[in-house]
């Protein structure tokens, strides 16, 4: 309040301070929809399946419409999952192989890199490519997300640090599911064996017998 020096307790006015505070809570809404995420890469059983969780937060949560997921496979990268737009522009299935794209610069180096205008760079997978700006997380050592634009710069730092928070969990998915599957593994092996020891119990219990009747 403004008060009146000379009326003593009264006011002629006030002060008002303003701030905008869309961002921050996009930026809050964003985080617990990932925490939501989250919860789900935690029941996934299969990389497709994690595939298909981090491309709909991507495209859901981070607004990443040219969104995908690229597993390796021997010497190439191999999308698992697509966003709808990214299957319109691109197809349904894209490998990427060993030395092609920036892509693998990308994941060869282990940082996440934001390209502001990809044209600008010599090695390109698709020279005749629409999409001006990239981001692409490397998910470990098995892939990658890759994010594109047609328009130039506009990868904001606030999505960029969730996504790589998405792509560390994503991350912690793939060694879990690794883990459930070597399990899985071993317990079919195992019981592969047991059967097999049956049988030749049962052999040798066949053997013996028939000298003791």
């Not at 021997?74 to 092609?100: H, K, M, W």
């Not at 920036?102 to 600008?120: A, L, P």
């Given at each position: 309040?403004?008060?009146?020096?000379?009326?003593?307790?009264?006011?002629?006015?006030?002060?008002?301070?303003?701030?905008?505070?869309?961002?921050?809570?996009?930026?809050?809404?964003?985080?617990?929809?990932?925490?939501?995420?989250?919860?789900?890469?935690?029941?996934?059983?299969?990389?497709?399946?994690?595939?298909?969780?981090?491309?709909?937060?991507?495209t859901?949560?981070?607004?990443?419409?040219?969104?995908?997921v690229?597993f390796?496979?021997?010497?190439?990268?191999?999308?698992y999952a697509?966003?709808?737009?990214?299957?319109?522009?691109?197809?349904?299935?894209?490998?990427?192989?060993?030395?092609?794209?920036?892509?693998?610069?990308?994941?060869?180096?282990?940082?996440?890199?934001?390209?502001?205008?990809?044209?600008?760079?010599?090695?390109?997978?698709?020279?005749?490519?629409?999409?001006?700006?990239?981001?692409?997380?490397?998910?470990?050592?098995e892939?990658?997300?890759?994010?594109g634009?047609?328009?130039?710069?506009v990868?904001?730092?606030?999505?960029?640090?969730?996504?790589?928070?998405?792509?560390?969990?994503?991350?912690?998915?793939?060694?879990?599911?690794?883990?459930?599957?070597?399990?899985?593994?071993?317990?079919?092996?195992?019981?592969r064996?047991?059967?097999?020891?049956?049988?030749?119990?049962?052999?040798?219990?066949?053997?013996?017998?028939?000298?003791?009747?």
């Amino acid at each position: 309040p403004l008060y009146d020096d000379a009326n003593e307790g009264t006011t002629n006015g006030v002060v008002a301070v303003v701030t905008d505070v869309t961002k921050q809570r996009t930026y809050q809404k964003r985080l617990e929809r990932l925490h939501e995420a989250t919860r789900r890469l935690t029941r996934a059983t299969t990389y497709r399946e994690v595939g298909d969780i981090v491309v709909d937060a991507a495209t859901d949560i981070l607004d990443y419409p040219l969104s995908g997921v690229f597993f390796r496979e021997d010497d190439a990268l191999v999308s698992y999952a697509l966003a709808e737009s990214a299957q319109e522009e691109f197809g349904r299935e894209l490998t990427i192989p060993r030395g092609e794209g920036i892509v693998w610069e990308v994941f060869e180096s282990g940082d996440s890199r934001v390209f502001e205008d990809v044209t600008e760079y010599p090695n390109l997978f698709n020279p005749d490519t629409a999409i001006r700006g990239e981001v692409i997380f490397p998910i470990g050592d098995e892939g990658v997300l890759m994010a594109g634009s047609k328009e130039p710069g506009v990868f904001d730092d606030s999505r960029t640090s969730l996504a790589r928070i998405l792509v560390s969990n994503a991350e912690a998915a793939l060694e879990r599911v690794d883990r459930e599957q070597l399990l899985q593994r071993r317990e079919r092996e195992l019981e592969r064996q047991n059967e097999q020891l049956e049988q030749v119990a049962s052999v040798v219990s066949h053997d013996l017998r028939n000298p003791l009747n």
